[in-house]
C-alpha cells in the first residue's frame, strides 16, 4: 500500500491517461502487471495515533492478500476537496471515494459516480444485512455509495458535573432547558451549542448535524427534496430556533460567547471541563476519552422534543468514480470494504460499522467493543436517514449566520427563516 499527495492527483491522472495508450503497443507480458487503484480517504495511513487508520490498514492489507493482482495506492484528503474537484472535473482518478452521507447528493449531480444496483444484485449483496437498509442509500431510487459506518448524534456529559448539580441526563429539550436553574452562575457551560463553522467540511455543519438535521424534518418528515430545495416547513423551523435560542435566553444553559463554538471549540470544551455537556459526535468520544482519562465522560441518547423520536443518522460510504479505467478492480475493492470480514476489522478502530452481520465478531463481545454495540442499537432503533442539498456546505455557512444573527442581534426565528430562504434559493440558483 502506498499513499500519494494531494499535488500528485493530477499527475497521477496524466500518467494513467498516458499508459493507457501506450498500452495498446506494450508487449504481452505487460498485461500480467498489477493493477493500481487510487483510493481518496480522510484517514491517513502513516498516523500512528489514530486507531480508525491503523484499522484501515489491516482492511487494505487483507484485500491485497486476497488480491496480489491489484494494489491500493491511498490518497489522503482530509477535507474531500480533491476527491470532489476530481469528481467534479470528470478526472480518472481517485478510483474509489470515501464521501459521507450530506455530501452525496454533491458528488451525484456531477454524473460521475457510477450506479451500483446491478452490481449489487448480481453479488447477492442483502439489503437487511445493514443497521438501517441498505435502500435507504439510495438517491431517485438509485444507488451510487454504500455505507461503511452509521453516525448517530449522542449526549456527551461528564458525570461528576451533573451529580453535582444534582442532574440526570437530559431526554428532552424541555430536560436540557431545565438545566439551566440547577447549575445556577458558574463558569460552566451546562449545555453547549454549536453555531460556529471550525473542524467541520465548512459553515456550520456541527449546528447540522447534531441538532437541525433532526428538529427541521422533525419525525418522518423531509430535509431537501432530491432536486435541493428545502422540504422543511417554516413551522419547523420557527419552532427549532425558538428552542435553540431559548438556550442563550430563557433556559440559561449556554452563554452568548459559546455561540461562536464549532467542532474544535465543542470538543475542548468538553474535555477540558469547559462545558458539563453537549450532543456530539460518537466518532469522537473514544478520543475525548481518552484526552480526558479516567472515567468522567459518559453518553446517554441525544436529546429531542421527545424522549423516543427518531435522530437523524448519517454515514461515510464509498462509492466508484465513473471514470475510473479500472471498474471492475475498484468493485472488487469495494465490494471487500463493505464485507462482514473488513468491516469487523475497521470495528477495531472504533467506527459503528454498517453491516449487522460484522457485529458477531468476537471484538463486539469485548469491553472494548461495548460502547459501539449500544450505538449500533442505538442506530437501529432510533436512526432515520435524509435526503441532504448538492450544496450543503454553502446551506450549513447560511444556516449558521442566520443563528448567530438572531442569537446575538436578538432577532426572531421568522427574520432568520426568511434570511435562510433567500439566500439559500439564491445560492441553490447560482449552483444551477
Not at 90 to 118: H, M, W
Not at 188 to 200: D, E, K, N, R, Y
Not at 252 to 273: C, I, K, W, Y
Not at 378 to 393: A, F, S
Request: contains cysteine; aromatic residues 10%; positive net charge.
Amino acid at each position: 500500500m502506498h499513499t500519494i499527495s494531494k499535488r500528485k492527483l493530477i499527475k497521477t491522472s496524466a500518467a494513467l491517461a498516458i499508459g493507457t495508450a501506450l498500452s495498446v503497443f506494450a508487449a504481452p507480458h505487460a498485461f500480467a502487471q498489477s493493477t493500481k487503484i487510487v483510493y481518496q480517504t480522510y484517514l491517513d495511513p502513516n498516523n500512528s495515533k489514530d486507531p480508525r487508520s491503523a484499522a484501515q490498514t489491516k482492511m487494505i492489507d487483507a484485500f491485497q492478500a486476497k488480491n496480489p493482482d491489484v494494489k491500493i495506492e491511498v490518497l489522503v484528503d482530509s477535507t474531500g476537496a480533491t476527491a470532489s474537484r476530481a469528481i467534479k472535473s470528470g478526472s480518472q482518478t481517485p478510483d474509489v471515494i470515501r464521501v459521507t452521507g450530506q455530501g452525496v447528493a454533491e458528488f451525484v449531480a456531477t454524473g460521475n459516480l457510477l450506479q451500483l444496483d446491478d452490481l449489487v444484485k448480481k453479488e447477492g449483496i442483502p439489503d437487511d444485512d445493514w443497521l438501517l437498509p441498505l435502500s435507504n442509500a439510495r438517491m431517485d431510487g438509485k444507488l451510487f455509495v454504500i455505507p461503511q459506518d452509521f453516525r448517530i448524534p449522542i449526549l456527551f456529559y461528564r458525570k461528576s458535573m451533573l451529580e453535582k448539580a444534582g442532574v440526570t441526563p437530559p431526554k428532552t429539550w424541555d430536560e436540557v432547558c431545565a438545566m439551566g436553574a440547577k447549575f445556577g452562575q458558574s463558569d460552566i457551560i451546562p449545555f453547549a451549542v454549536p453555531l460556529g463553522a471550525t473542524g467541520g467540511l465548512g459553515g456550520a455543519q456541527a449546528l447540522g448535524e447534531f441538532l437541525l438535521s433532526t428538529m427541521l424534518p422533525e419525525q418522518a418528515g423531509q430535509y431537501f427534496t432530491s432536486d435541493g430545495k428545502i422540504a422543511f416547513s417554516k413551522e419547523s423551523f420557527i419552532k427549532a430556533a425558538e428552542t435553540i435560542k431559548g438556550f442563550y435566553t430563557k433556559c440559561n444553559v449556554t452563554p452568548l460567547r459559546s455561540a461562536q463554538m464549532g467542532f474544535n471549540e465543542l470538543h475542548d470544551a468538553l474535555r477540558s471541563g469547559g462545558a458539563a455537556s453537549a450532543v456530539f459526535g460518537l466518532y469522537r468520544y473514544k478520543t475525548v476519552q481518552s484526552q480526558l482519562g479516567g472515567d468522567d465522560l459518559a453518553w446517554a441518547p441525544a436529546p429531542a422534543y421527545s424522549a423516543n423520536d427518531k435522530q437523524t443518522v448519517y454515514s461515510y460510504n464509498i462509492g466508484i468514480n465513473k471514470k475510473s479505467v479500472n471498474q471492475d478492480a475498484a468493485w472488487n475493492f469495494v465490494k471487500f470494504m463493505v464485507s462482514p470480514e473488513a468491516q469487523a476489522l475497521a470495528a477495531e478502530g472504533g467506527e459503528v460499522v454498517s453491516r449487522k452481520s460484522a457485529y458477531n465478531a468476537p471484538y463486539f463481545q469485548s469491553d472494548a467493543g461495548k460502547d459501539q454495540k449500544q450505538w449500533s442499537e442505538l442506530v437501529i432503533q432510533r436512526g432515520q436517514t435524509m435526503t441532504y442539498t448538492p450544496i450543503i456546505t454553502n446551506y450549513h455557512t447560511i444556516l449558521g449566520k442566520a443563528f448567530q444573527r438572531m442569537v446575538l442581534k436578538d432577532g426572531s426565528p421568522a427574520d432568520a427563516y426568511d434570511e435562510l430562504i433567500k439566500r439559500y434559493d439564491a445560492a441553490l440558483a447560482k449552483a444551477q
